[in-house]
């Protein structure tokens, strides 16, 4: 017998960002402003398009877009069932809103409602738990994206790793390497210069400067049983972009395999 999906979950948010509305809306509703801050995205721009989020090898997520109304506000809907793996009859769609409302002074405010209905079984609860946690990183790298980046092209670079231990002790690990200090010091780091944005807890923001300008993300989330990823990923805006991941990738995929986790 299976359960109707009636127990409601809900993640709302606001931020205030820099540019006009059509800027704002580029970011956040078209596919090559969302890959610039977020994922890897795909996106026919219209009522009743498709959607695809990638969100690491062989992992991503479906959708479409419901609701279109430029340069205000976008409605779409993922598959929650089939990115969970659990029964379709279980869950509802994950729907999630952006609405961009001007502000005086060249900014705007995006507020962000995210919304599903499912069982109530424990593992949704640690699901939106999680997903407020790790989704609103990312607004940090678009407020970013819109103060430095505007309308830019990103090509993204990513390295993840899998190691033992808590993600407390990782992410330790991982901000040391890095040489993570207070907001605003200086960053090098194989080659790459910057300044420190935000540190958060288990992840922070940087701004490159060199060798291609752009922002570099560093994190660690615990998988259980005693394991943690740990990952850093780069969006870089220049014409030099394609060519330095090409050339650096596998570098930065050594160096984070290298981390030395205390035990």
């Known amino acids: 017998m299976s359960t109707t999906p009636n127990v409601p979950y809900r993640l709302e948010f606001s931020v205030e960002v820099p540019g006009t509305p059509e ?11 969302m890959s ?3 994922l890897p ?12 989020f990638t969100m690491g090898p062989e992992m991503g997520s479906d959708g479409h877009v419901t609701e279109w109304e430029p340069p205000r506000r976008i409605v779409y809907e993922e598959d929650w069932a089939a990115l ?9 769609p994950l729907t999630s809103e952006f609405l961009v409302e001007a502000r005086s002074g060249g900014t705007c405010v995006v ?12 593992w949704e609860s640690e699901f939106w738990d999680e ?26 670079l990513e390295v993840t790793t899998s190691s033992p231990g808590d993600a407390g002790s990782v992410w330790a690990a991982l901000r040391d390497a890095l040489g993570l200090g207070a907001e605003g ?32 993300t560093a994190f660690a989330f615990g998988e259980g049983e005693g394991k943690t990823t740990a990952g850093v990923r780069a969006y870089l805006f220049s014409a030099a972009a ?12 050594a160096w984070l395999d290298g981390l030395a986790v205390p035990a």
């Open 185 to 216: 010091s200086a960053v090098e780091v194989r080659g790459a210069t910057g300044t420190v944005e935000r540190v958060g807890e288990r992840q922070a923001l940087v701004r490159l400067s060199g060798p291609v300008p752009g922002m570099l």
């Open 36 to 38: 610039a801050w977020f």
């Open 242 to 253: 394609a060519d330095y991941v090409q050339r650096e990738q596998p570098g930065w995929q």
């Open 41 to 52: 995205t795909e996106m026919e721009e219209r009522e009743g398009g498709a959607l695809h």
């Open 111 to 122: 507020r962000v409602t995210s919304s599903g209905f499912g069982t109530g079984a424990d």
């Open 84 to 92: 969970m793996g659990q029964d379709p009859d279980a869950l509802s």
């Open 23 to 33: 800027q704002v809306w580029q970011a956040v509703a078209t596919a090559k402003g």
């Open 131 to 156: 997903m407020g946690a790790s989704w609103m990183p990312f607004f940090d790298n678009l407020r970013l994206y819109l103060a430095h980046f505007p309308g830019q092209e990103a090509t993204q």
